[in-house]
T-cell receptor, first 110, second 113 residues
Framework: GENVEQHPSTLSVQEGDSAVIKCTYSDSASNYFPWYKQELGKRPQLIID???NVGEKKDQRIAVTLNKTAKHFSLHITETQPEDSAVYFC?????????WGAGTKLIIKP | NAGVMQNPRHLVRRRGQEARLRCSPMKGHSHVYWYRQLPEEGLKFMVYLQKENIIDESGMPKERFSAEFPKEGPSILRIQQVVRGDSAAYFC???????????FGPGTRLLVL
């Protein structure tokens, strides 16, 4: 079955710098890759997603890249702000079930 | 997404009691997923249901846990004879037919004393 690994588990960056979180997946048939942000005590919320027919997608300060050959995808956050502090989860899906990464705690230092 | 509703938001039970968690999917959605999350940990898949059907319950313990999604009304996750280890946040998410994006409810925080 599918397995998703996410790194790093914790990431601390200076406010204004960029943050990059990486995920690898095992099932080459996976074709949908969402990223969710979860603030403390809140629900996970979709921030960006990408499908396997696209290599990159951008939405303001957030971008996701997908390398199908290497089976990895990454989340890029530029010009980080204090409100970016949260736990970020990647996931991969082929059919109905999302297989989740373990999460990355992003800390933005003032 | 505000469209997925869960209640109660907080639930306190004593060991041995039953816990019933409810999830109303977003309007137009007919697929529901239940997840469990321990503090500082990720989301653990429990069960996937469509109206009146359990599609995949591979993540749900065989004993004490059950789930349903009736034709009318919310999806229900039932935990019988709760133990302290059941204390966690339980999230549901919903999708529509042919839609992959899962939208989450606010969660139910279960505390077993």
């Amino acid at each position: 079955g599918e397995n998703v690994e996410q790194h790093p588990s914790t990431l601390s960056v200076q406010e204004g710098d960029s943050a990059v979180i990486k995920c690898t997946y095992s099932d080459s048939a996976s074709n949908y890759f969402p990223w969710y942000k979860q603030e403390l005590g809140k629900r996970p919320q979709l921030i960006i997603d990408i499908r396997s027919n696209v290599g990159e997608k951008k939405d303001q300060r957030i971008a996701v890249t997908l390398n199908k050959t290497a089976k990895h995808f990454s989340l890029h956050i530029t010009e980080t702000q204090p409100e970016d502090s949260a736990v970020y989860f990647c996931a991969a899906s082929r059919d109905y079930q999302l297989i989740w990464g373990a999460g990355t705690k992003l800390i933005i230092k003032p | 997404n505000a469209g997925v509703m869960q209640n109660p938001r907080h639930l306190v039970r004593r060991r041995g009691q039953e816990a019933r968690l409810r999830c109303s999917p977003m309007k137009g959605h007919s697929h529901v997923y239940w997840y469990r999350q321990l503090p500082e940990e990720g989301l653990k898949f429990m069960v996937y249901l469509q109206k009146e059907n359990i599609i995949d319950e591979s993540g749900m313990p065989k004993e004490r846990f059950s789930a349903e999604f009736p034709k009318e009304g919310p999806s229900i996750l039932r935990i019988q004879q709760v133990v302290r280890g059941d204390s966690a946040a339980y999230f549901c998410a919903s999708t529509g037919q042919g839609i992959e994006t899962q939208y989450f409810g606010p969660g139910t925080r279960l505390l077993v004393l």
